[in-house]
């Protein structure tokens, strides 16, 4: 991602990372790729009045209006990759990108642009909850607007003011040079799966149905069934990614040298203040 007229801080925040560790540990994006009205997750869904809400060990989230997919994830991870971002005349950020370049980079027909209208706007009209262990809260949509030049093939996305300053307080992780082989995975819940261990920075090993759980995958005899065989026939991509799963349905990660991570300028002065604290 390229840079115009923007903060120091936020040039580095954005150009240097791909997500805030949040928004891929609390389920905010589903472990699916495309709704089915027979689904769970689905029904559940439309039950709870287009709110779909998930409670995890690092905070509650709803998500309302839409349900967000491995898809949607998909395409904010390509755009925070080759788009250009600036600062606009009213303090706002946008980012802009070629569409058939996008698309191209996703692996989809450089001409479909009217699918790729439909996800943006459904990222610009589902709104997300969110409030951590601790009781703090955030409200916010990931973006607010956009545009398109037909002549020219360019999309801009307008991003909120309320996720500007939710992904500059937050951790984020940087694993873009992971995106192209990513992307290619087939299977969404696989997908799930990997971004959720890249927000780690450490070793770290989860029971498959615990893991499932807290991705907002639902858990009963058929689908961990199921869940337990996409595991399996995954097995090789899920360690070109540094992932295991074994016969005890453990699913272990071992950090990748290309994933990293950064505290925010919050995070690292109350660090820097306990550490003084403390000595």
């Known amino acids: 991602?390229?840079?115009?007229?923007?903060?120091?801080?936020?040039?580095?925040?954005?150009?240097?990372n791909t997500a805030t560790v949040t928004e891929l540990r609390v389920g905010i994006f589903a472990p699916i790729e495309k709704i089915s009205a027979n689904s769970t997750i689905y029904k559940d869904f439309i039950k709870n009045n287009r709110k779909r809400k998930l409670t995890t060990p690092w905070g509650e989230v709803t998500v309302k209006g839409n349900i967000l997919t491995q898809i949607h994830r998909d395409i904010i991870d390509a755009i925070m990759s080759i788009g250009t971002i600036e600062k606009t005349d009213n303090n706002n950020f946008m980012i802009?990108?070629?569409?058939?370049?996008?698309?191209?980079?996703?692996?989809?027909?450089?001409?479909?642009?009217t699918w790729l209208k439909k996800i943006l706007d459904e990222l610009k009209t589902t709104n997300i909850e969110y409030t951590d262990k601790k009781g703090n809260s955030i409200d916010f949509n990931i973006s607010?607007?956009?545009?398109?030049?037909?002549?020219?093939?360019?999309?801009v996305v307008m991003l909120t003011e309320s996720y500007v300053k939710f992904y500059e307080q937050e951790v984020v992780v940087n694993y873009k040079q992971e995106i192209p082989q990513l992307i290619k995975v087939d299977d969404a819940l696989v997908k799930a799966i990997i971004r959720?261990?890249?927000?780690?920075a450490n070793k770290v090993s989860f029971n498959l149905e615990k893991l499932l759980d807290t991705l907002g995958y639902p858990v009963n005899?058929?689908?961990?069934?199921?869940?337990k065989k996409k595991m399996r026939d995954h097995t090789q991509t899920l360690k070109d990614f540094g992932i295991?799963?074994?016969?005890?349905?453990?699913?272990?990660?071992?950090?990748?040298?290309?994933v990293t991570h950064s505290l925010s300028k919050v995070k690292k002065t109350l660090m820097e203040e306990g550490s003084k604290t403390s000595s």
């Not at 005899?221 to 869940?227: E, I, N, Y």
């Open 1 to 16: 991602m390229s840079s115009q007229n923007l903060l120091p801080g936020l040039i580095d925040r954005f150009e240097n």
């Open 221 to 227: 005899a058929a689908s961990l069934k199921t869940a």
């Open 196 to 200: 959720f261990f890249f927000t780690h």
């Open 144 to 155: 607010s607007a956009g545009g398109y030049s037909s002549q020219k093939g360019v999309f």
């Open 244 to 258: 295991i799963f074994d016969k005890s349905y453990k699913v272990t990660y071992s950090k990748r040298e290309g």
């Open 96 to 113: 802009s990108f070629i569409g058939a370049e996008l698309l191209r980079y996703l692996g989809k027909s450089p001409k479909n642009h």
